[in-house]
């Protein structure tokens, strides 16, 4: 896989930054040091001879920051047309210092909205009791992620759960539970830079079987 042939894999989030190392704690000298990226191999910066040259490519105006001690590079406000393959290349005379990095930028993932699946609900006044058998099906569902995990918890322990890592889609997650259930439900949204949760209050849920299907009262938490 094309991870297999990088020295480092990095993920990051869109809008932050990330710096890529050299593993030098200073530079090699006045080698001369050159960063590229992607498949074409666009040159981003080049030090050759203490001088330093930046890349004119749109995608990175304005983003790349050096560290001319040792030879670091950061790049900052970032989208997702940064990701890809970043190449570090110090010509040390008789060798070549090389390292390769496969970067990819994620969206954070939005707060999962929790509806009601089933919107048929007894409307008779029965007690509790009567209505304690009484389960209703949601969904928990997300719209327009990515490289996302959608999960449903009671409590701490993991109920199911699905993966998607496509592009740009919607996922929906079902989960039947019991009026009278007095357990801790909440869906789980993640990405490897993200994680909202929402939790289902469910003494709350037939409160709203008088109005039309729609979304339950919910907490959403949110998580950097």
């Known amino acids: 896989s094309l991870g297999a042939e990088a020295d480092e894999i990095v993920s990051a989030k869109e809008g932050d930054s990330f710096t890529l190392r050299t593993g030098?704690?200073?530079?090699?000298g006045d080698h001369e040091t050159e960063w590229r990226f992607g498949s074409s191999r666009?040159?981003?910066i080049k030090i050759k001879l203490g001088n330093v040259f930046s890349s004119s490519d749109t995608i990175f105006r304005d983003r790349l920051l050096l560290d001319r001690q040792t030879g670091d590079l950061t790049i900052t406000n970032i989208?997702?047309?940064?990701?890809?393959v970043y190449e570090l290349s110090i010509d040390l005379?008789?060798?070549?210092?090389?390292?390769?990095?496969?970067?990819?930028?994620?969206a954070p993932v939005p707060v999962p909205v929790i509806t009601r699946y089933s919107p048929q609900c007894s409307s008779s006044s029965s007690s509790s009791s009567s209505a304690s058998g009484f389960k209703r099906v949601l969904l928990c569902s997300v719209v327009n992620v990515s490289h996302v995990t959608l999960s449903w918890y009671k409590g701490n322990s993991l109920l199911s759960s699905i993966?998607?890592?496509?592009?740009?889609i919607s996922l929906s997650l079902p989960l039947e539970?019991?009026?009278?259930?007095?357990?801790s439900y909440s869906c789980v949204v993640n990405n490897p830079v993200s994680t909202q949760i929402t939790h289902l209050d469910i003494s709350k849920l037939c409160q709203t079987c008088s109005g039309n299907s729609g979304d339950i009262s919910v907490s959403p938490q949110y998580l950097n």
């Open 24 to 28: 030098f704690t200073e530079r090699q």
């Open 42 to 44: 666009t040159l981003l």
């Open 79 to 84: 989208k997702n047309e940064h990701t890809g």
């Open 93 to 106: 005379g008789q060798t070549e210092f090389q390292k390769k990095f496969i970067v990819t930028v994620y």
């Open 163 to 168: 993966s998607e890592s496509d592009f740009s």
């Open 177 to 183: 539970v019991e009026y009278q259930d007095i357990n």
